[in-house]
């Protein structure tokens, strides 16, 4: 591809991303975040717009799969190799370090630890998540390529297991993020986890796993479930 | 040096300020200065917290801890629960050793409720026998950890794979792996299982041998050395500035162990001496949590000669559906792995706790201390210093 | 002969190195894993990671230079294939001596920055902090690592009065006892000490650190521009070694030769890595300014007068 | 240690003297008087090492209870000195300048309790939860189930039972309830 292709492309792409930014009501902007004029080094003003400048507010698109042999290739190449986000969210992760070492191995299976969102197509969600974990799993679950899985660890992200009553705890994931698999338990032994990671594997292989696609679809409902506990939100609505 | 061995001294007005204090004044506007965040979503941050710092090239200026990310609201939901009820809630309070929390618990239930002196021994000796493991098996991970915080991540893995056997014993004794509920208000609940010593023992030789080679892999290296020599040094003076406690205390001088200064349980018993360091770096800080190591495998082998061979696991308690404790509070501490551990704990006549305070060592340790140990340092080494003061988000936030 | 044949002929051995490469690669996760104790990942894993990397929907974009900065890593390392003699054969136009000529040690030397520059570019590009300070990182190992690098090759050069990395091969023949491994130890040992940061692991790796800096320059690349760095990088790592084989462990007369030379070159910075951890940025280049700066200084001294 | 309580009593009048263990003693002490103490206490007596500072909602004295708790490393004994705040007015003197660590109590205290500390260092920033726009959420008048009833998603399968009437069926199912279980039930 030329580098005018490349161009071409790039400003068909801010173009379309400035016609589909989402309006949305602020109730609480960070100081960081406010609408500011910035004297720039030469002297000039620039006023700037921190969550609509630094970031992208196009909306998710639905990106069908491309079917037939291919795809199928593609997908058993997935389910070989799942690079999961080295994020531990709540005390199950405690068990991921077990996981990646002589007792139980992860790495036999293709599962392999990666740190940065970019690279990582499934997301461990260990254990019960507090509000102000949600908006950050939220963002970086956004940031992830499509296609990525999310496996959601504990009986808390089920139905907030031992903590139900609490008012900083979600009780149901997946009325936020949409999950593939989950694992019982409190907290489940590192042979259930590499039990959930082998039926991810096998809804991988049959092109089930498509719930990147179920977000973009159900957008809307999945935002209004987040906005109406995130009070504090602060950012885009959808982080590239 | 190399300006030293050239002869060449430059203008030491023009170049810019070396030495950052915590009083240091940040202008973000003058564009010197850029603010980077640390975590969540790292895996260089033990657990879930972040670290905002303010850098000027690779020297930090300012940081700010930020916790709440693991916040579950414990103390509020101990309120509303039945004794026996809020006791496998609140053991959940901190992931590494949740033992600590059970002892705590049971502790300050009995104490409130006049049952202090009906434990019987046997079930004491068994409540210091796991006490004893949850710090082996936190050290396990901890000290070749700080190997880790530098890449040396062979000793994790051998670490961890130790680790793993701790928590099979664990499972032999109380039936899980990671949150056991084993030491309950009375006393415990299991008796040791056939064979346990022996297993047990077999695991030790292993450990004692992993501790001779982590010393070789960690304590004999010159990159080690290196890197943790001179970094995040704590001096005695901070100790009661900041609440210093445990491990971090002790590697700069100040010997303060619980369980010799308020001797719980039956430490008083045991033959030992908390190792010291005078250093009070990172090196300083690993070098005593190894040697804690081999004190903790031989506490544990002192216990298993020591204990009674079989005697009653639990005295008899009240009721536990309709136990009420009159009004009174009291503040129970034990020495974990990382420190001081405590619970003020508050009842009012009724079914259920009035107050549950925890307090941790990482509230100090990774906040107030923390925030200042970082004014001045590399970028590189923000994970060391969080590794090496043993901050334990869980326990911050509760 | 033929330059289309010859193309074939280097486009063949591109993609030996490239499979060659990322089987290495697996080779030393493995013995990695092994010390740990582990199975490790299977040796198909890294072929497996290029097609499901490759297989990723969304793209992302932060502007021109982020597609290129992928480009000029690979470009990077072709452009080390494409100047150096693979395989010699005693003749400066063999099949697999690719298209070396006289004075392409200099080039060489260029484009061993060439891929870094490149993802600097594309790093910038892509606006994460821990992206731009493990560049900044990066370019200030990368200068320490050259200076007795460069040192060590030109005390060669001057040693067999040739900028042609197929002279100095060539010279080399004949027995271990011509490898300038023996005939200049001193340059030898500051390229064997200098190597450890070239091939970029622990001790030197304070780049793309996991625990430091997330994974430095490549913090924004996902998909197939991730991929394309992935056997951009593969390539380098053989290129590397293939570099130091030519110059210092006498070259290679077969395939078979260069893929055990360039396992154990390679091999030798694994070994190291492994129980070392890893040095701050300022520490490592001053390492590098000790020793074997010294070493690269001798090397010229014993061949200048 | 009962030397230490009576000076301090002298000096400061203290009131509810409570000896928990040998080396715990419980204390309430005015308002005014409090920081003073705390002050005296790390200077010329040797409590040097601040353990804890905690709140307990008295809310039917409408009364917030503050504890320091302090410990004497020489003596090995702790001293907790509790200081009554109204709630309706909660504010309390700052203590940020004894001690490193207190302003990060306090910033909690502000946040669980509503408390506030004029002057000290950032104790208005959050602490652990983000944009919370009910009551502090540790006071008692906050309900923390009915919060999590509203906000969140509970599944509706999700059975709660009392856990003394679930086992007196499950153990005794036959047995009519007696009066004394009753008045325990109470």
Redesign the interface.
């Known amino acids: 591809m030329s580098e005018l292709d490349l161009n071409d492309k790039v400003s068909e792409m801010l173009a379309k991303s400035e016609a589909n930014v989402i309006k949305s009501e602020k109730t609480f902007i960070h100081p960081e975040d406010e609408v500011r004029e910035v004297v720039a080094p030469d002297g000039s003003i620039i006023k700037i717009n921190p969550i609509y400048d630094y970031f992208s507010g196009e909306r998710p698109q639905e990106e069908k799969p491309r079917g037939g042999i291919v795809e199928k290739f593609l997908n058993w190449a997935r389910s070989e190799s799942i690079w999961v986000l080295g994020f531990g969210t709540g005390c199950g992760s405690i068990e991921i370090p077990p996981l990646v070492t002589p007792r139980f191995d992860m790495f036999r299976f293709g599962i392999q630890m990666r740190p940065t969102p970019r690279q990582s197509n499934a997301f461990i969600i260990s254990g019960y998540l507090s509000v102000k974990t949600l908006k950050r799993v939220i963002r970086t679950y956004e940031q992830m390529p499509a296609p990525k899985y999310v496996i959601a660890l504990g009986s808390c992200t089920i139905n907030g297991g031992m903590y139900y009553d609490s008012y900083s705890t979600i009780n149901r994931l997946d009325k936020y993020i949409p999950v593939d698999v989950y694992i019982a338990g409190c907290m489940p032994r590192p042979e259930a986890l590499i039990a959930g990671f082998v039926k991810l594997k096998e809804l991988i292989k049959e092109g089930k796993a498509e719930k990147a696609n179920e977000y973009a679809r159900n957008f809307d409902e999945y935002k209004a479930n987040q906005k109406k506990i995130i009070k504090d939100w602060s950012m885009p609505d959808y982080n590239w | 040096?190399?300006n030293k061995f050239l002869g060449f001294k430059p203008d030491e007005k023009l170049l810019p300020s070396q030495t950052v204090t915590t009083d240091t004044v940040i202008d973000l506007s003058s564009?010197k200065y850029?603010k980077?965040w640390l975590g969540?979503?790292?895996?260089?941050v033990t657990?879930?917290m972040s670290v905002e710092l303010t850098v000027q090239g690779?020297t930090i200026m300012k940081a700010k801890t930020h916790?709440?990310?693991?916040?579950?609201?414990f103390?509020?939901?101990i309120?509303?629960r039945?004794f026996?009820?809020g006791f496998?809630?609140s053991i959940?309070m901190c992931?590494?050793e949740p033992d600590t929390n059970e002892y705590l618990i049971a502790r300050s239930t009995e104490?409130l409720s006049g049952y202090a002196d009906a434990v019987p021994e046997y079930a004491n000796w068994l409540r210091m026998l796991s006490l004893e493991m949850a710090r082996l098996q936190g050290l396990l991970?901890g000290v070749p950890g700080q190997?880790?915080?530098?890449?040396?991540?062979?000793g994790?893995?051998?670490g961890?794979?130790l680790?793993?056997l701790i928590l099979d014993r664990f499972e032999e004794l109380t039936g899980a792996?990671?949150?056991h509920m084993y030491i309950i208000p009375g006393g415990v609940r299991g008796n040791l299982p056939e064979g346990f010593k022996k297993r047990m023992e077999e695991n030790l030789v292993e450990i004692d041998e992993f501790i001779i080679r982590i010393k070789k892999?960690m304590f004999h290296?010159s990159?080690?050395k290196?890197?943790a020599v001179g970094l995040g040094i704590i001096t005695p003076d901070m100790v009661?500035?900041?609440?210093i406690v445990g491990t971090n205390a002790r590697a700069c001088g100040v010997k303060?162990d619980v369980r010799k200064?308020?001797p719980y349980l039956y430490y008083d018993k045991l033959d030992f001496d908390p190792p010291t360091a005078t250093e009070g770096d990172v090196y300083a800080r690993t070098w005593v949590r190894w040697q804690e190591l081999i004190q903790t495998v031989d506490l544990i082998r002192q216990i298993m000669d020591k204990m009674p061979e079989t005697g009653d696991i639990r005295a008899k308690m009240p009721n536990v559906?309709?136990w009420k404790i009159a009004k009174?509070?009291?503040?129970v501490?034990l020495e974990s792995g990382r420190g001081?551990y405590?619970m003020?704990y508050?009842t009012d006549g009724s079914d259920k706790p009035?107050?549950i305070?925890l307090?941790g060592p990482s509230?100090?340790h990774a906040?107030?201390?923390f925030e200042?140990m970082l004014v001045g340092a590399?970028?590189?080494?923000?994970?060391a210093i969080m590794v090496s003061v043993q901050s334990c988000p869980?326990e911050i936030?509760r | 002969m033929n330059i289309y044949v010859k193309l074939a002929y280097t486009f063949l051995g591109l993609m030996i190195v490239l499979n060659w490469g990322m089987l290495m690669g697996a080779t030393m996760r493995k013995i990695g894993a092994r010390v740990a104790g582990r199975h490790g990942i299977p040796f198909k894993q890294p072929w497996i990671d290029l097609f499901k990397n490759i297989g990723v929907r969304t793209t992302i974009t932060h502007g021109i230079m982020y597609y290129i900065g992928p480009v000029f890593r690979l470009t990077g390392g072709v452009g080390l294939f494409l100047f150096m003699p693979a395989v010699f054969s005693g003749s400066p136009y063999g099949i697999w001596t690719n298209f070396s000529f006289e004075g392409d040690l200099i080039l060489i030397l260029y484009f061993q920055v060439f891929g870094m520059l490149g993802m600097a570019l594309g790093a910038g590009e892509g606006g994460h902090p821990y992206a731009a300070m493990g560049i900044a990182r990066g370019l200030a190992q990368h200068a320490a690592v050259e200076l007795p690098l460069t040192l060590a090759f030109l005390s060669i050069a001057i040693q067999y009065d040739t900028f042609s990395v197929y002279k100095i091969v060539e010279a080399q023949q004949g027995g271990f006892q011509n490898w300038v491994l023996f005939t200049n130890p001193f340059a030898a040992a500051a390229v064997i000490l200098a190597m450890l940061g070239a091939l970029g692991h622990s001790p030197f790796n304070l780049v793309k650190a996991p625990n430091e800096i997330l994974i430095g320059p490549a913090t924004e690349y996902e998909g197939s521009y991730l991929g394309f760095m992935q056997s951009a990088g593969a390539i380098i790592h053989v290129m590397e070694a293939m570099l130091f084989m030519n110059l210092v462990f006498g070259g290679a007369t077969n395939w078979f030769e260069l893929i055990l030379k360039t396992f154990l070159i390679y091999f030798w910075s694994v070994f190291v890595g492994i129980v070392f951890p890893r040095f701050k940025i300022e520490q490592s280049v001053t390492w590098f300014f000790k020793v074997p700066l010294l070493l690269g200084v001798l090397a010229i001294l014993m061949y200048s007068f | 240690m009962k030397t230490i309580i009576e000076k301090l009593n002298s000096k400061y009048n203290l009131q509810e003297i409570v000896y928990q263990r040998d080396n715990l003693v419980f204390a309430a002490i005015n308002k005014e008087n409090a920081i003073d103490a705390v002050t005296y206490l790390r200077d010329y007596e040797g409590f040097s090492h601040f353990v804890l500072m905690s709140c307990v909602d008295w809310i039917e004295d409408g009364k917030f209870q503050l504890l320091y708790l302090l410990n004497n490393p020489t003596l090995k004994s702790d001293l907790g000195l509790k200081v009554y705040i109204d709630r309706n007015n909660p504010e309390m003197v700052s203590a940020h300048h004894l001690w490193k660590q207190i302003w990060t109590y306090q910033r909690e205290l502000k946040e669980a309790f509503g408390i506030n500390f004029p002057g000290s260092p950032r104790v208005d920033e959050n602490f652990v939860v983000e944009g919370w726009t009910d009551i502090p959420h540790m006071r008692r008048d906050f309900d923390t189930h009915e919060y999590a009833q509203k906000t969140y998603f509970p599944r509706g399968d999700r059975k709660t039972n009392d856990p003394a009437e679930y086992m007196r069926k499950k153990l005794y199912p036959n047995q009519p309830i007696t009066a004394k279980q009753r008045k325990d039930d109470k």
């Open positions: 040096m190399i564009h850029q980077i969540p979503n790292h895996p260089g657990g879930n690779n916790v709440g990310y693991l916040h579950r609201g103390e509020k939901l309120e509303r039945l026996v009820q496998p809630t959940r992931v590494a104490e991970r190997g880790g915080t530098f890449a040396l991540g062979i994790v893995q051998w961890v794979y680790r793993d792996r990671v949150y892999l290296n990159v080690f290196t890197r009661d500035k900041y609440g303060r200064d308020n559906l309709n009174g509070e009291t503040y501490r001081e405590g003020y508050v009035r107050r305070n307090r509230y100090n906040i107030a201390l200042d590399d970028v590189a080494d923000v994970h869980p936030e």
